[in-house]
């Protein structure tokens, strides 16, 4: 079964502090990708970052990281030195590459980060 | 390079009316996907097109229904709206597949009373 979990609903930091977004997922296809979205208050969802499953490389950009584990199936997203800025709903999402692909994603609940300054 | 683009931006409907929303797919796009978020919820997958056939479908009645213009833009239609419907509704353009990422609009944002 495809499925991406977002276990925390809400977080509330204060500006600059560094705040991890958790993201477990699970899926029986070899190839997958995964996702990250921030979605503002005007709606659209703001592409972040694609992984694929075939690379387990961490990724640094700007103030953004991201820590990929297979071995955990875990897609966790850091953000350095927050932002007022940075409030959002942020979503992780899964999408399979198998035969039956349809490029349909999968999210999670999404996490509310609220940063105060 | 344009993004995305959906119209209406929000619709109110009355239970049992039908409606139509519309969706401009990124310039090079050639997939759409409609997507259905709920207050307080992530975005469900409605279906997906591709060479104007639909090509994927989640769990959604037969009452939702899509097409796909040669130019790739795209149409949701609903029937028989319930309250239920109620609801953000994302059109996702992209390039075949998943691999190459997706753009999403804005939205439409359907009240149904």
């Known amino acids: 079964a495809q499925k991406v979990t977002q276990a925390q609903t809400e977080i509330s930091v204060v500006e600059k502090e560094d705040v991890t977004l958790d993201c477990v997922y699970e899926?029986?296809?070899?190839?997958?990708?995964l996702f990250w979205y921030k979605q503002p208050p005007s709606g659209e969802l703001v592409f972040l970052i694609r992984?694929?499953?075939?690379?387990?490389q961490n990724e640094i950009s700007g103030r953004y990281s991201w820590n990929f584990q297979k071995s955990t199936s875990s897609f966790n997203f850091t953000i350095t030195a927050s932002q007022v800025v940075d409030s959002a709903v942020y979503f992780c999402?899964?999408?399979?590459?198998?035969?039956?692909?349809?490029?349909?994603?999968?999210f999670g609940q999404g996490t509310t980060l609220q940063v105060k300054p | 390079e344009t993004g995305v683009t959906q119209s209406p931006t929000h619709l109110i409907k009355t239970r049992g009316q039908q409606v139509t929303l519309r969706c401009s797919s990124q310039?090079?796009?050639?997939?759409v996907s409609w997507y259905q978020q709920a207050l307080g919820q992530g975005p469900q997958f409605i279906f997906q097109?591709?060479?104007?056939?639909?090509?994927g479908r989640g769990n959604f009645p037969p009452r939702f229904s899509g097409l796909q213009f040669p130019n790739y833009s795209s149409e949701l239609n609903v029937n028989a709206l319930e309250l239920d419907d109620s609801a953000l509704y994302l059109c996702?353009?992209?390039?075949?597949?998943?691999?190459?990422?997706?753009?999403f609009g804005s939205g439409t944002r359907l009240t149904v009373v």
């Open positions: 996702a353009s992209s390039f075949f597949s998943s691999r190459y990422g997706y753009t």
């Open positions: 899926t029986r296809d070899t190839t997958y990708y």
């Open positions: 992984r694929n499953s075939f690379d387990e």
């Open positions: 999402a899964l999408s399979e590459e198998g035969s039956s692909n349809t490029g349909k994603l999968i």
């Open positions: 310039s090079g796009h050639n997939t």
């Open positions: 097109y591709y060479r104007e056939e639909e090509n």
